[in-house]
């Protein structure tokens, strides 16, 4: 497990006093002990009104008392906000005796394993900690972004897409190397920490996530690449707008722990909540296996509810219905196991983190399975 850092670590310390519940119900002995009061009794509308000022009052000022949880600690409240956890996203996958089609994906699987520094690191490198998978994960994630860069670089409308995903309000520049200016730029970073989020009332999330593919203004970098220096931090802007997918590095072995997944879960709940955005895509590896999880947030009940009741008299029936259970605010899907040993499964990863890079994530299950 990779160290956590002072904002994980403090979060250990904080503790929540009262929950939802128990506020509420203080809130409410108060209020009562209010209306006993002569005086209060004489306002106009009697105990109707002032049931509705109560009302107004719990509804304006919910100040409930915050828990700030770190990433570290998911496994022991992530069930408190996934309604579904998990659907599984089909692939297409090729059969192992058939050779897989050659396809830029396979071209680029077939490039990196033959690269000099790939066999390095397979003789070189002990791969027993997460410090030391992230040398593979490095190798397989720039070579996706190169992917998604040249598919910018050829394409003006997936350019044109990501400028208005990302708000990117930079003119267009000429790159070296590339037919037609273009206007956006993937970046990659490490280690990037995310403060507190609120996930649902009461708890908030915080810590550090390990990878992050944002999309920037190419012309911001132009000059770097001139001068051949490297990209410089905070350059990016607002990572906000920035990002487009991450990863969780963990060591080998500790992939499929509930522990990892739930963390992933978590993470993408609060990149969710903190970019505005109906999904992200997260992704859970040791270099070696590779899985996508697409995290969602569900749309807020109330608001549903009340566009539901100015429709027919069935969907007006249908919203009065009352779950068994009040739905959690997140949902996820994920992938199977994919591992860059397995003859045609790099080729997938690589196209999949490519899609998660260029594609909005609401979009990703249906590209993942239609093998586009």
């Known amino acids: 497990m990779f160290p956590s850092s002072p904002s994980e670590s403090s979060g250990l310390n904080r503790k929540r006093e009262l929950d939802d519940s128990d506020v509420e119900l203080l809130f409410a002995s ?38 700030s949880r770190p990433f570290t600690e998911s496994k022991s ?14 692939l297409p996958r090729n059969d ?11 071209e680029a699987a077939d490039a990196l394993q033959n690269n000099p520094l790939w066999d390095t690191v397979k003789v070189h490198v002990v791969m027993n900690s997460e410090t030391s998978c992230r040398t593979a994960i490095d190798m397989v994630v720039l070579t996706a972004v190169n992917l998604a860069q ?15 995903r990302h ?4 003119a267009k520049c000429r790159v070296d190397g590339y037919p037609h200016k273009i206007g956006s730029w993937i970046v990659l970073h490490q280690e990037v ?9 009461g708890l908030a999330v915080h810590g550090i996530i390990d990878y992050l593919i944002g999309v920037t203004p190419a012309k911001r970098v132009k000059d770097q690449m001139r001068d051949h220096r490297f990209l410089s931090q905070g350059f990016s802007g607002d990572i906000r707008h920035s990002m487009a997918t991450l990863a969780e590095a963990k060591a080998r072995l500790t992939l499929t722990a509930e522990k990892a997944r739930a963390q992933v879960l ?32 569900r749309p807020n009940r109330k608001k549903l509810n009340s566009k539901l009741a100015k429709g027919s008299i069935q969907k007006r029936l249908n919203a009065t219905k009352k779950p068994a259970e009040a739905p959690k605010p997140f949902k996820a899907s994920m992938t199977c196991s994919l591992n860059v040993l397995v003859p045609g499964d790099l080729a997938i990863i690589l196209r999949l ?4 890079i260029i594609s909005d994530a609401t979009s990703f299950e249906s590209l993942a399975s239609e093998g586009a």
């Open 77 to 90: 409240f992530y069930e408190e906000l996934f309604d579904e956890y998990s659907s599984t996203i089909s």
């Open 96 to 106: 192992p005796k058939v050779p897989p089609p050659k396809d830029q994906y396979q």
């Open 167 to 170: 708000v990117l309000k930079d």
């Open 150 to 164: 040249q598919e910018i670089g050829k394409k003006p409308a997936v350019d044109n897409a990501l400028r208005e």
């Open 30 to 67: 108060f209020m009562e002990l209010v209306w006993r009061e002569p005086s209060v009794q004489q306002i106009p509308g009697g105990r109707k009104e002032w049931t509705k000022v109560k009302q107004k009052i719990l509804r304006e000022n919910k100040t409930v008392p915050k828990l």
């Open 266 to 297: 978590v993470q993408g709940a609060a990149v969710c909540v903190m970019t505005q955005r109906r999904s992200v895509v997260n992704i859970l590896t040791d270099g070696f296996d590779w899985i996508f999880f697409v995290i969602s947030k």
């Open 353 to 356: 983190l490519k899609t998660a």
């Open 193 to 201: 920490e995310i403060p507190d989020q609120d996930v649902r009332r």
